[in-house]
């Protein structure tokens, strides 16, 4: 018994319950002598670890999901800082399970959810957790909505969720009462078929300065070409004004050869019929006056209620 459990630990960071103790065989007298001589340690409500085993954040989260009963799982930032979310450490300790269960650990934040299917739930780790979409539900309802935006964003464009998914799991989950429900009704409204998130904090700064300016949003990631084929991809670009946007700020650390490559795309755009402008961290961030000024120079003008830009960015 010992040495199946000993199997069984270690693919749960050395975590095991009593439920699972008494599966393997072993008596509550067993139990207690082994507490008693220090071979195992009480963990949590119902809930061991194997003396010795190193704590982590990893052991504590399983703790709490198998403390929490059958079919509870990591959610919320927990769950976002397994899926790898940029932005969310493995700090907090967050379950979603379908009991009515106060846990008994006051480090643990438990959620009650009255659907939690077995297509909202996958493995990492080891850890049960609740799927890329769901979390990002799940978050909608906890975090600030700037945040939100942000979690959404970086998601889409780091490939953890895709835009399906996640309008599927908004409707399906979709219900009065559910806290988030309008936040995430109206962020996805402005992410449909052809939406390219942002992929960088810098980027989503520029595209706040242009919202907050009124002025007209350009289409994302644009693919460049001449007569001799493809020309590079560009950050954003305004189409009707052939007017390319650039604001990488990893050009200050350019190696020598990026830089001429860099140049040369330049050039064959500019013969192209293309114009460009380009815009550094500290424009975006500290003097934003000069990038408006600059788009509006170019040619950038103002948005009107009636344009399809407003909602959709192609």
């Not at 270690?10 to 009593?18: C, I, K, P």
């Not at 439920?19 to 082994?34: E, K, S, V, W, Y």
């Not at 379950?95 to 650990?105: I, Q």
């Not at 835009?163 to 988030?180: D, K, V």
Request: aromatic content about 6%; hydrophobic content about 40%.
């Amino acid at each position: 018994m010992d040495d199946l459990l000993a199997r069984l630990a270690e693919r749960q960071h050395g975590v095991f319950t009593l439920a699972q103790l008494r599966q393997l065989g072993f008596t509550d007298a067993a139990i207690r002598h082994r507490v008693g001589t220090g071979r195992w340690g009480p963990l949590g409500h119902c809930t061991f670890c194997l003396s010795g085993t190193p704590r982590s954040w990893e052991q504590q989260m399983l703790a709490a999901v198998l403390a929490a009963g059958p079919g509870a799982v990591a959610s919320h930032r927990s769950a976002a800082a397994l899926l790898g979310v940029p932005g969310f450490g493995r700090r907090h300790i967050e379950v979603t399970t379908l009991r009515s269960k106060r846990h008994r650990d006051l480090r643990t934040i438990v959620h009650q959810s009255l659907q939690l299917p077995p297509h909202h739930v996958t493995s990492i780790e080891h850890i049960p957790v609740t799927r890329a979409a769901r979390t990002l539900v799940d978050l909608a309802g906890a975090l600030p909505p700037a945040r939100t935006e942000r979690a959404i964003d970086n998601c889409l464009s780091a490939g953890i969720v895709g835009l399906t998914a996640l309008h599927e799991a908004f409707a399906e989950l979709r219900r009065p009462g559910r806290h988030g429900i309008a936040l995430l009704d109206r962020l996805l409204e402005d992410r449909s078929d052809g939406y390219v998130a942002p992929a960088s904090e810098l980027e989503r700064r520029f595209l706040a300065l242009l919202r907050a300016a009124g002025l007209k949003e350009p289409v994302r990631q644009h693919d460049v070409g001449d007569r001799d084929g493809w020309a590079g991809r560009v950050d954003y670009a305004y189409l009707d004004l052939r007017l390319l946007v650039e604001i990488d700020g990893r050009r200050h650390h350019m190696s020598k050869l990026d830089f001429e490559a860099d140049r040369a795309r330049d050039n064959r755009r500019v013969a192209a019929g293309w114009r460009s402008v380009r815009f550094t961290w500290n424009q975006v961030t500290r003097r934003q006056t000069e990038v408006i000024d600059v788009l509006l120079r170019s040619g950038v003008r103002k948005r009107r209620p009636d344009d399809a830009q407003c909602r959709k960015v192609g």
